[in-house]
């Protein structure tokens, strides 16, 4: 009889991995993958809590869902109250609150545990395209970006906004530094601007981009700004003070990181760093999640699954998780192996 020849032997015996009940799990998730469904539009927005413990997502249904980041990824929480999509969502660093951005002019803050809206942001003029929270600070200080031009602060404590830069541009991403001090623009004029929040006026420019800029996002430290963009790249740029960039010394620009795309529906694609900054992913038009390796600038996972462009994926705080959003109403949790 002639020898079969194979590469690769399945175990026969019953501890196979293929049961459930056997299957070694690597994070608090009841199954490696999860899809979660309902949502009645493009879901364009993700966010887990500082925590760990809850993702929440917003979508084109003017609505955001909540639902328990471990487990069977239940949802739990609907908060509603805006009159058209919700293009960005964050946790306060304290995570009690949910602040979001929508394309009906306003922001909206809501409770975390009960869902309600607690206050409604309103002094834009224009969709309000992105919103960003201060990690290190108080927890009740956001920032907004969005098309009137402007870039605003504002303080769950108070009423109205706190401070407001003007710029030339449309501008489609914000980022707040770590300690508060400084806040960080992108939009139409493919520059990022920083601000200074304590005199109130633009403290730098950096260029690199040759496309509208749709995300910017600090890494964990605080010493680096990550930005996607339409030109199909991601980008990181050392934002640490002392960096000489005007003698041509030092160039402000890191790394890029390629093999994204952006398509022509023009969607704000997001971009996100791991826990640790030791990885970078980021929206993207081909259907596929992207992640690379942030040191080497190479690409570790692309994660097929979803049937419509990507628009956001965020890494898990505590755990090896991942999750992604799309334009084909649904959302993916899985673990990275």
């Given at each position: 009889?002639?020898?079969?020849?194979?590469?690769?032997?399945?175990?026969?015996?019953?501890?196979?991995?293929?049961?459930?009940g056997g299957d070694i799990r690597t994070s608090?998730?009841?199954?490696?993958?999860?899809?979660?469904?309902?949502?009645?539009?493009?879901?364009?927005?993700?966010?887990?809590?500082?925590?760990?413990?809850?993702?929440?997502?917003?979508?084109?249904d003017s609505t955001c869902l909540l639902w328990n980041a471990g487990g069977n990824c239940s949802n739990f929480n609907v908060l509603s109250g805006h009159k058209n999509a919700i293009l960005d969502v964050k946790?306060?660093?304290?995570?009690?609150?949910?602040?979001?951005a929508s394309a009906d002019f306003n922001l909206g803050v809501y409770d975390a545990l009960t869902g309600t809206r607690m206050k409604r942001f309103m002094g834009h003029t224009g969709i309000v395209?992105?919103?960003?929270?201060?990690?290190?600070?108080?927890?009740?200080?956001?920032?907004?970006a969005s098309d009137d031009r402007?870039?605003?602060?504002?303080?769950?404590?108070?009423?109205?906004?706190?401070?407001c830069f003007e710029d030339e541009f449309?501008?489609?991403?914000?980022?707040?530094?770590?300690?508060?001090?400084?806040?960080?623009?992108?939009?139409?004029?493919?520059?990022?601007?920083?601000?200074?929040?304590?005199?109130?006026?633009?403290s730098m420019t950096m260029k690199g981009h040759t496309d509208t800029i749709t995300c910017l996002a600090l890494n964990p430290k605080g010493t680096?700004?990550?930005?996607?963009?339409?030109?199909?790249?991601?980008?990181?740029?050392?934002?640490?003070?002392?960096?000489?960039?005007?003698?041509?010394?030092?160039?402000?620009?890191?790394?890029t990181f390629v093999g994204g795309t952006h398509n022509s529906e023009k969607g704000l694609l997001n971009c996100a760093w791991s826990e640790d900054g030791s990885m970078v992913t980021g929206g993207s038009a081909d259907r596929v999640v992207h992640v690379w390796d942030e040191l080497s600038a190479?690409?570790?996972?692309?994660?097929?699954?979803?049937?419509?462009?990507?628009?956001?994926?965020?890494?898990?705080?505590?755990?090896?998780?991942?999750?992604?959003?799309?334009s084909d109403k649904s959302i993916f949790v899985g673990e990275l192996s």
């Open positions: 009889m002639d020898q079969q020849v194979a590469l690769y032997v399945p175990p026969t015996d019953e501890h196979d991995g293929t049961n459930t608090s998730l009841t199954s490696a993958t999860m899809k979660l469904s309902g949502h009645k539009g493009s879901v364009y927005c993700l966010a887990y809590d500082p925590q760990g413990e809850v993702l929440c997502s917003g979508s084109f946790f306060t660093n304290d995570s009690e609150k949910i602040i979001t395209n992105a919103v960003d929270v201060c990690r290190e600070g108080p927890s009740s200080l956001a920032v907004s402007t870039a605003r602060l504002w303080d769950t404590r108070v009423r109205g906004e706190v401070g449309q501008i489609t991403a914000v980022a707040y530094a770590n300690d508060g001090k400084i806040v960080y623009t992108g939009g139409i004029d493919n520059c990022i601007t920083a601000w200074d929040v304590r005199q109130m006026h633009r680096h700004l990550l930005s996607n963009s339409m030109d199909g790249t991601l980008r990181t740029w050392d934002i640490r003070p002392f960096v000489d960039d005007a003698t041509g010394g030092k160039k402000r620009h890191d790394k190479e690409e570790l996972y692309c994660l097929p699954g979803h049937a419509g462009c990507v628009n956001s994926v965020v890494f898990h705080p505590k755990e090896n998780v991942i999750a992604s959003a799309s």
